[in-house]
């Protein structure tokens, strides 16, 4: 089925100069870039973004992190995109990653992670649209 997902490149890794690498892994594996742009969240946005983690306990660490410089946003649109997203990522804590995802390959604690990507159909609904305007996205 073809679906739609967010992805953020993490600012670290877009300070580190590896957004076109990261992009690659997408569009190797069939996924779309549909829409794209580097945005800086402000601690509040970031603090929305993430709201369903309100009570963890890395809230408020993650929340400035992702507030530290510019990120990368994209739409990956595709057959499967949510899960085949989340496959190309690798697992949240880089060291329990599989060789030759992102993660694994660039990512640098379980907060610094490289990548954030929707973890299923509503979330991924509520995250474009959080990023997104409608006539930013181009199917094709
Ligand atoms: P992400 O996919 O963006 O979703 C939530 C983020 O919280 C996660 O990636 C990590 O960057 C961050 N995080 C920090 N500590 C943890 C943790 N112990 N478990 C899960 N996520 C964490």
Do not use: C
């Not at 073809?2 to 490149?9: D, F, Q």
């Not at 992670?113 to 990023?131: K, L, M, Q, W, Y």
Request: neutral net charge; proline residues 5%; glycine residues 8%.
């Amino acid at each position: 089925m073809t679906e739609r997902t967010l992805s953020i490149i993490k600012p670290d890794a877009v300070a580190r100069g590896l957004i076109g690498e990261i992009l690659r892994k997408f569009e190797s594996a069939g996924l779309k870039i549909v829409a794209a742009k580097l945005a800086s969240l402000s601690r509040e946005q970031a603090q929305a973004f993430y709201e369903v983690h309100r009570e963890r306990p890395f809230y408020s660490s993650l929340t400035e992190y992702m507030s530290s410089g510019p990120i990368l946003v994209s739409v990956l649109e595709g057959g499967d995109a949510i899960s085949k997203n989340r496959e190309i990522m690798g697992a949240t804590d880089p060291a329990k990653a599989a060789p030759g995802t992102i993660r694994q390959q660039w990512g640098q604690d379980v907060e610094k992670n490289a990548v954030h990507g929707s973890d299923g159909p509503e979330t991924a609904a509520r995250e474009i649209t959080f990023f997104f305007r409608p006539n930013e996205i181009h199917s094709r």
